[in-house]
């Protein structure tokens, strides 16, 4: 919206010469648009940095079989970290992946350090495990663990002084040799059931989806498949 101001003094005089202003109240200054160019920029890099992180991660897992499957946690649940469902026969995992580069992580138990510095790394990949093992539950009506997963993408050294609890913690290349290590205990069946729940955008949604679950029947006739353990089904 354009608006014309007119400047002149009290004392003024019809005839005397009155200063105009144009103000465009609908464009942003210079500093303003510079700002948001440079915001919107940012924003497709780590987008676009996402995105192959993504790709790399399926790869990852991909070789561990076609029973295998990511799903991206940012797309599902919309939170702003690099975080991957991956479901198998070695069940369930939130992946949350940290770039350290050629800093070396040192482990105490649940302290990280690095550069001198402690994120509260273990405690976001618990959180996003937690959340993802609700929404899962929820919606399907029984109990479905997800096993915390913190793995980093650098060359830095990574050293432990003590293991976190309830939270594995890798090398970002090695994410399928530590999958791979918790051998089979889901059945195919069961995989897919939970793989397809996790891709239901409802699934994310925090009201109660009861009736969702009728559509994973989780095994034939009520009856438990051998290599699943139990909280997948009663």
Known sequence: MTELLYRGGQDSQPGDFDERITVDAGRSSPIEWVRSRRAERGLRREEAAHSRLYRRIGNLIGHLGDEWHVLDLRELSGEEHDSFLAVGPGGVFAVTVKDHGRSRVSFAGD???????????VEEARREARAAAEALSRSAGVSIPVMPVLAFAGSGK???YGVPKGCLVTAYHELPRILNARGTRLAVETVDKVFALAAHPATWFTADYGGLAEDYRWYPDGEHVGTDKRGYAE
Do not use: C, E, L
């Not at 990280?112 to 790394?121: A, E, F, L």
């Open 111 to 121: 302290v990280v350090q690095i550069d001198g510095k402690r994120p509260k790394y």
């Open 158 to 160: 990574i050293s432990f």
